[in-house]
């Protein structure tokens, strides 16, 4: 009798782990020899737009921001099963065989829908999904100016400065010569 080698289904599956392992590795292995390792201060600082940082990264955020990315994600999937769902239970040919196919399929997505409504009335009763508000109020000072002198402020019309030559008594020739120069030089922050 002749034996037969073959491969169990764990044995398929422990080889497709190893040639991923293989895989990744290589890929690691090739970027460190390919990519260029030159750290600086500027590469090893945090990210923020293009910002300067202050301070440090490590700070905390207000738990309702991962509150509403559970939600989010809790109906992102809802979607995932209810499309299967919908084309299962327009399927006329099952239908046709059994009617309580589709009283089945309607009543089990009931109950998954509503499952999930249950769990936002939960959260909404909570108020997580109610952000901070700020109250608004109007904020009184012992100043002796009248409130008037400062609407009267708000209300003028902002006139840019404009250079010497637009108080001669001649025209100005350019539009060049209405624009003010920067009493300033712009510095920007090299690395």
Same mark, same amino acid.
């Given at each position: 009798?002749?034996?037969?080698?073959?491969?169990?289904?764990?044995?398929?599956?422990?080889?497709?782990?190893?040639?991923?392992?293989?895989?990744?590795?290589?890929?690691?292995?090739?970027?460190?020899?390919?990519?260029?390792?030159?750290?600086?201060?500027?590469?090893?600082?945090?990210?923020?737009?293009?910002?300067?940082?202050?301070?440090?990264?490590?700070?905390?955020?207000?738990?309702?921001?991962?509150?509403?990315?559970?939600?989010?994600?809790?109906?992102?999937?809802?979607?995932?099963?209810?499309?299967?769902?919908?084309?299962?239970?327009?399927?006329?040919?099952?239908?046709?065989?059994?009617?309580?196919?589709?009283?089945?399929?309607?009543?089990?997505?009931?109950?998954?829908?509503?499952?999930?409504?249950?769990?936002?009335?939960?959260?909404?009763?909570?108020?997580?999904?109610?952000?901070?508000?700020?109250?608004?109020?109007?904020?009184?000072?012992?100043? /002796?100016?009248?409130?008037?002198?400062? @609407?009267? &402020?708000? =209300?003028? %019309?902002?006139? *840019?400065?404009?250079? $010497?030559?637009?108080?001669?008594? /001649?025209?100005?020739?350019?539009?060049? @010569?209405? &624009?003010? =120069?920067? %009493?300033?030089? *712009?510095?920007?922050? $090299?690395?």
């Amino acid at each position: 009798m002749a034996e037969t080698n073959m491969l169990t289904e764990f044995g398929k599956v422990l080889i497709f782990i190893i040639t991923g392992l293989l895989a990744v590795g290589f890929a690691f292995f090739v970027n460190k020899l390919i990519a260029p390792h030159k750290p600086n201060p500027e590469k090893n600082s945090s990210y923020e737009c293009g910002e300067e940082t202050i301070g440090n990264s490590w700070i905390q955020f207000n738990s309702r921001f991962y509150v509403i990315a559970l939600i989010f994600l809790l109906f992102d999937v809802e979607m995932v099963f209810v499309f299967p769902w919908a084309t299962i239970f327009a399927d006329k040919t099952l239908i046709a065989q059994d009617a309580r196919w589709g009283w089945l399929a309607f009543t089990e997505m009931l109950v998954f829908i509503g499952i999930l409504l249950l769990g936002l009335v939960y959260v909404w009763k909570k108020k997580d999904l109610e952000w901070i508000k700020p109250s608004l109020f109007i904020p009184k000072t012992d100043s /002796k100016i009248p409130l008037e002198a400062y @609407q009267n &402020i708000n =209300k003028e %019309k902002y006139i *840019p400065f404009k250079n $010497k030559l637009a108080y001669a008594d /001649k025209p100005l020739e350019t539009e060049a @010569q209405t &624009i003010a =120069k920067p %009493k300033f030089t *712009p510095r920007f922050k $090299k690395a």
